[in-house]
């Protein structure tokens, strides 16, 4: 397999409300999103981050796994979520990965994250979620975003790659 940077996109000063990759080739076979980022909420402690695809708010639903440290949590939902950011007070980006296989196939489109978010050396917490998505078109368009009203502070950033499946099960970087 080979892996190659699509995009990368770095949220400029006053912030942004969503982080949106266009024109996606069919070019790969799966794609991957590196996010770093937080968000410009100053009230609590993190805030759930959501994708959307091809400008589809429907047609979601994901099991979560959470844990804090001190407790776990885990639920289906119906929407979009993939990952969690800490809150601007904390002054701490979390970190995720997304995983999307197979997203040119005519069937529906499954996702998978994983990430971690501190509280300021006050806490931490991890997450990880299955996703899948109904839409049967190919994935040419990615959205992130959190709950309005916040946006992603500056220096917030997401990486698109392409992965390109290999005959022979290796890995390279280009």
């Given at each position: 397999m080979s892996m190659k940077v699509i995009e990368h996109i770095e949220v400029g000063s006053g912030g942004a409300a969503e982080i949106e990759f266009t024109s996606?080739?069919?070019?790969?076979?799966?794609?991957?999103?590196?996010l770093s980022a937080q968000s410009s909420n100053s009230?609590?402690?993190?805030?759930?981050?959501f994708i959307e695809f091809n400008g589809s708010g429907s047609g979601y639903s994901n099991r979560y796994l959470i844990g804090t440290g001190s407790a776990v949590?885990?639920?289906p939902q119906t929407d979009g979520f993939f990952a969690q950011v800490g809150e601007a007070l904390t002054n701490a980006f979390a970190n995720t990965s997304v995983y999307i296989p197979n997203y040119t196939s005519g069937v529906a489109k499954s996702y998978s994250s994983d990430s971690v978010s501190e509280y300021n050396g006050t806490a931490a917490r991890q997450?990880?979620?299955a996703g899948l998505w109904t839409g049967t078109a190919a994935i040419t368009s990615i959205k992130l975003y959190v709950i309005s009203p916040y946006d992603f502070v500056q220096y917030s950033s997401a990486t698109l790659?392409?992965?390109?499946?290999g005959s022979d099960g290796t890995?390279?970087?280009s």
């Open positions: 996606i080739s069919g070019d790969y076979t799966d794609l991957m999103i590196l009230g609590t402690s993190v805030d759930n981050v949590a885990s639920d997450a990880i979620v790659y392409g992965i390109t499946a890995t390279t970087v």
